[in-house]
Structure formats: C-alpha cells, structure tokens
Nanobody, 119 residues
Framework: QVLLVESGGGSVQPGGSLRLSCVAS????????MAWFRQGPGSEGEGIAF???????VYIDDVRGRFAIWKDLNRNTLYLQMNNLKPEDTANYYC?????????????RGRGTQVTVSS
C-alpha cells in the first residue's frame, strides 16, 4: 500500500520560510516522478514544483527562485523549501507521485499540509 504523508506546514509572516516534507512508504521515490501541488480556498489543485526520477526539476514562474524541490533517497522523502513566502502562497500543499508518462491526476497523493501566510 502506498502512503504519502506531508508535514511542515504552519502559519508564517510574509517573507518567512517553511520546509515541507513528504514521507513515502510503499514506493521508492527514486523511481517516481514527484511534485508538490497546492490548493487554495475555492480553487483547483495547481502543480508548482516537479522533479523527475533522474532529478530534473521544473517550477512554475510564481515560485521559481523562491522554492526548491528535492528528494532524499536515504529517507525516501520529498522536500519543498519555501522562502520569501507571500500571502498568495496560502494553500493546502500536497505531494504527488507518478510513474513516467502517466498523468499527474492518476498519481498517488497525500492529504496535504496547510500553509498560511499572513501578517
């Protein structure tokens, strides 16, 4: 059984930082494409940072330069470092894992961790 469990969310002021973790069990993160998605109130989930099994990373324009995604293969964990957070980053953040060539919508996903950015 595949299980993805996120943690690390919280409430921070604008300009602050958080590090999110996604611990995987039942799959080897080195063999999967993985991503962080976020879903704000009343909106659909949006992929913001992606990492392929070979390590290639892609970011949407809104977070490029502020966020970083990586995998720790020893811990079988996906991370997202978020710096210079803005109020518009407020959302539930969740990780998704999928095999190469398959759609993100069909991947395994966690329940998420809430990030709130406000002064």
């Amino acid at each position: 059984q595949v299980l993805l469990v996120e943690s690390g969310g919280g409430s921070v002021q604008p300009g602050g930082s958080l590090r999110l973790s996604c611990v995987a069990s039942g799959l080897d993160v080195s063999r999967y494409s993985m991503a962080w998605f976020r879903q704000g109130p009343g909106s659909e989930g949006e992929g913001i940072a992606f990492i392929e099994s070979i390590g290639t990373t892609v970011y949407i324009d809104d977070v490029r330069g502020r966020f970083a995604i990586w995998k720790d293969l020893n811990r079988n964990t996906l991370y997202l470092q978020m710096n210079n957070l803005k109020p518009e980053d407020t959302a539930n953040y969740y990780c998704v894992a999928k095999t190469y060539g398959s759609p993100w919508a069909g991947g395994h996903r966690g329940r998420g961790t809430q990030v709130t950015v406000s002064s």
